[in-house]
């Protein structure tokens, strides 16, 4: 006796196209080497919704990262875009450099809370006031992943390691920082909830200025246990989401000093200027990207050097 088989067919869905008629696989980028539920890959998969959906073409965005586990995360995303990898701490200074050079293109910025906040924070903070035209994540765990699980400078007061060390000295915010040091938008998110991060970092690569999100992402090897105020646990507890933003910093500082009072962690744009003026409007600078000056404009001979020397003396 023979016996017939039915093989079964195998149905194959179509993929949602965007508006360049790009599926979602082409921002995606190579498979992770995180700790399974880190909450970068989460931010990771936030991203490349993002700019799908705002259909970003991958050859026009700029991903800019320093070091540390965060600073990984730009290969997992949108493959076809530029990259940049910094050393410790600079790659603030690398964005401004690429955004002086070409304007026109969007601006992706990965780093850590120690990346940015520890060795970084000085460029950090110039980048800011200089308000370049960058969407600035920091996937904040409050440690040194990469290195362990060291104590960062956004670790809580009184949280405690995995070894039951306590950390003696008060955080640093840095969303209160960024709206004090000339941020334009300014936004806090938790790699667990994506409704809500999706269109935050939607809005922020539409801004035509600083955009920083702090977005607290849980480390699982590090910081995730009973004791820390960075675990999945925590933030969900304590979370206390903000539908509009302030247009006002002084009463968006006000507002966020009484939630951490409080007990509470703000979620959600938190400040935003609508309309700021970026550093090429402030130095009035050539928008133009570099490539497309004439050689003649950016050396315009000796004669006229001379003439502006004899006009200085």
Known sequence: MVYSIKIPK???????????????????????????????????????QACFELAIPPHELVKLSGIGCSSKTP?????????FNAVHGRMPAIATGAYAAHPG????????????????LGAFIHAMKRQIRVCYLVENNGVFGLTKGQFSTTSDKGTRDKRGR?????????????????????????????PQLVPLLKDGLKHKGFAFFDVLSPCVSFNNHEGTTKSYAFVRDHEQPLDKPFTDKWEALQFLQEARENGKIVTGCIYCDRDPTSWHEMEHTDERPLREIPWSELCPGADLLTQINQSLR
């Open 75 to 83: 290969a997992y995303f949108v493959s076809g875009a530029h990259a």
């Open 10 to 48: 195998i149905k194959k869905t179509v993929q949602e196209r965007n508006a360049l008629g790009l599926s979602f696989d082409s921002y995606r980028g190579v498979p992770s080497t995180l700790c399974g539920g880190c909450g970068h890959d989460a931010i990771s998969t936030a991203i490349m």
């Open 166 to 194: 306590s950390y003696a000295v008060e955080a640093m915010d840095i969303v209160a920082l960024a709206i004090q040091s000339g941020a334009s938008y300014v936004a806090r998110g938790f790699s667990a909830n994506k």
């Open 105 to 120: 293109l969007y601006y992706f910025a990965v780093s850590g809370d120690g990346d940015t906040a520890n060795i970084g």
